[in-house]
């Protein structure tokens, strides 16, 4: 395998053309988890990156949680070989643990020597003017309790001044002083949070406070491009994680209106021209034939997202549910094209269960690296796959996780050709007989948010990709040999399990002043070390 330097393989995670997998699976159906998996090659339940909350993602750059230091990424394997590595872009994998400045979670600690983008991700509050998006129905909940903790002062003056209350001024002060401080204590994390979430940073220190998300695309792909250039005499690895088709779906002006699928359409748009721009500097660099190119999404469209009368969370085709939803296929399966001239055929389509986890070993192998040997690792190698000198994938069984809830399993058949999905769990559409959860924005993994399904729903994904049909025992003769063997899959799969500290439990998912990345003094945050001086996209 050859690189610049005529020795190595360039490793550039972020997109492409040449093989094409139809069923390529997340390990979760929402960023963090999803992510988490991805860059370790492992379920997020095994690292302590799924949730038996509500909250399934990281809510604050302020708070404790996030990939555990004990875990180790592709980006250290291949550190540890003698790769330059970068992360460009969204991280949400958490920054500190104890301190404002540990850094126990960042990407510089994780096997990235080089780190520029967003510790957190793109949300509505980051955008001037957008409706607030972050935990609506807890800040809804709280300023309801601050109206009514008011109003109940108020009536209390009123009636001690009137006389028609007979209430000591201790006691008013005290409930006035007990309202003031539970304002302050829920308004200082969420009254805030573009200030406290939308943030840049480059390796440890914040460029932007709060972030300037009309030029994040600009500064991303000069970035990227910029590390192409320094380290094309090496090998390197470059993960470009893209803030693009999330909401609050930030466009420059060049791209509005050039698709005719409105706003989402021409963020897709500017992100695939900027991806091209990626492609072409490998190319000029002399890379192109020995760079291994992958694109890849987190997890499938989020249905619920929209303004108005228009979506902005994407469309997942044939395929049921969507973002935040752990057994249906439009929630997890995503794209998974790649590139490597001259060792990949061109043109190929593979049908084969694949996952975003299967990454972590395959680029290990390709950088000749050691994987940890005291650790189950659930990705496959897919060289031999992309390359044709196997027909099958390696994956029999796939679990697919709602948080820590098992929602669903996939059972590969490989010797008939089968592909058997069984749900456990399934989340209840809102409004009745919708595809999504419209009403909460989002669906739950768990309590009264969920069905239930006692035999599990059994789909055949080969005949029935979009899960319309279930079968049943009247309508498949192997319907109870079929869920007896994924019953005993799951049992054996959760012998592998070993219980680890929960890094998105609701005291790690709680926003902690003291542990605040602040370019300022502290609660004055706030600065633009970017500048002003090209904000237009090259």
């Known amino acids: 395998m050859d690189s610049g330097n005529g020795n190595r393989t360039n490793i550039n995670i972020f997109s492409l053309f040449r093989v094409k997998l139809t069923q390529h699976i997340s390990a979760a159906p929402l960023c963090t988890p999803s992510r988490a998996a991805f860059l370790t090659g492992r379920y997020p339940i095994r690292s302590g990156m799924g949730s038996s909350t509500k909250h399934h993602v990281l809510f604050w750059i302020g708070g404790s949680g996030g990939l555990p230091p004990n875990e180790t990424t592709f980006a250290r394997i291949l550190q540890q070989q003698g790769y330059t590595t970068a992360l460009i872009g969204k991280w949400h994998q958490g920054v500190n643990c104890e301190s404002h400045s540990d850094h126990c979670h960042h990407p510089l600690n994780h096997g990235f020597d080089y780190f520029y983008g967003m510790p957190f991700t793109l949300v509505n509050e980051c955008q001037v003017g957008e409706d607030p998006f972050l935990n609506l129905q807890v800040q809804a909940k709280y300023w309801l309790y ?60 914040i460029s932007e406070q709060p972030m300037k998300p009309e030029r994040a695309a600009s500064n991303i792909l000069k970035e990227a491009i910029s590390f192409i250039e320094r380290n094309k005499n090496g090998p390197f690895l470059l993960f470009v994680s893209f803030l693009h088709v999330h909401t609050p779906l930030v466009t420059t002006e060049k791209f509005l209106g050039k698709s005719r699928h409105g706003l989402y359409g021409d963020n897709v748009e500017e992100m695939d021209w900027m991806v091209g721009r990626i492609l072409d500097a490998i190319d000029k660099a002399g890379l192109k034939n020995n760079t291994f190119t992958y694109f890849t999404s987190d997890h499938g469209g989020h249905l619920e997202a929209h303004k108005q009368n228009a979506p902005l969370g994407g469309w997942n085709g044939i395929y049921k549910g969507g973002k935040a939803m752990g057994g249906w296929e439009g929630g997890i399966r995503v794209p998974g094209i790649f590139r490597w001239p001259g060792v990949l055929p061109a043109d190929t389509v593979i049908d084969e269960p694949t996952s975003l986890m299967d990454i972590y070993p395959t680029v290990a192998h390709l950088a000749a690296g050691i994987m940890p040997q005291d650790r189950v690792i659930d990705g496959r190698n897919l060289m031999p796959l992309l390359q044709g000198k196997v027909q099958h994938s390696e994956h029999e069984f796939m679990f697919h996780y709602c948080g820590l809830y098992l929602h669903a399993v996939r059972w590969h058949q490989k010797d008939s050709g089968a592909l058997w999905k069984a749900h456990y769990t399934t989340p209840i559409f809102q409004p009745e007989g919708a595809g999504g959860c419209y009403i909460s924005g989002f669906c739950n993994c768990f309590g009264e948010d969920v069905t239930h399904h006692d035999p599990p729903l059994l789909f055949d994904l080969s005949s029935d990709p979009a899960e319309i049909k279930p079968l049943s025992p009247a309508t498949e003769p192997l319907f109870d040999t079929v869920i007896s063997r994924i019953e005993r899959a799951v049992q054996e799969h959760h012998r592998t399990l070993t219980p680890v500290p929960q890094q998105l439990s609701e005291y790690n998912n709680m926003w902690k002043p003291w542990l605040q990345p602040c370019c300022g003094t502290f609660p004055f945050c706030w600065c633009d070390k970017e500048g002003d001086s090209d904000q237009k996209i090259i």
């Open 146 to 205: 601050s109206q009514i903790i008011a109003l109940t002062v108020l009536t209390l003056l009123i009636g001690k001044l009137t006389g028609l209350f007979l209430v000591k001024w201790k006691a008013i002060i005290c409930f006035a002083l007990c309202g003031f401080l539970f304002f302050i204590s829920w308004f200082s994390s969420y009254g805030f949070v573009r200030y406290w979430n939308c943030i840049l940073m480059r390796n440890h220190d």
